[in-house]
């Protein structure tokens, strides 16, 4: 079974880059034709989808978050990686990673971890 588990600083300051990895169990971010992907939901708020890695290392991200976000993957670690910089309190959110199948949507999750922006 897929596993998924999300690792970072649960706090950060304002300004600062936010970095957190998720490493995966179970399978292989290389392998076809999954996606990986990272969502966030802030404090009374719906899930926001952040960016996709896919299995080629190609990656997709939010129009709204593009300026600062970035992904990559560690493939000897079977890992991957959200970077988002400049962050604010907005930024404030819990944050998940999960596994994208073309065939039926995110279909295994992180338990996600809590992502506090404040000086």
């Known amino acids: 079974q897929v596993q998924l588990q999300e690792s970072g600083p649960g706090l950060v300051k304002p300004s600062q880059t936010l970095a957190l990895t998720c490493t995966v169990s179970g399978g292989s971010i290389v392998t076809n034709f999954f996606y990986w992907s990272w969502i966030r939901r802030a404090p009374g708020k719906g899930l926001e989808w952040m960016g996709t890695i896919a299995y080629s290392g190609t990656t997709y991200i939010a129009p709204s978050l593009e300026s600062r976000t970035s992904i990559f993957r560690d493939t000897s670690k079977n890992q991957f990686t959200l970077q988002l910089s400049s962050v604010t309190p907005e930024d404030t959110a819990v944050y998940y990673c999960?596994?994208?199948?073309?065939?039926?949507?995110?279909?295994?999750w992180g338990k996600g971890t809590l992502v506090t922006v404040s000086s």
């Open positions: 999960a596994r994208d199948d073309p065939t039926g949507g995110m279909d295994y």
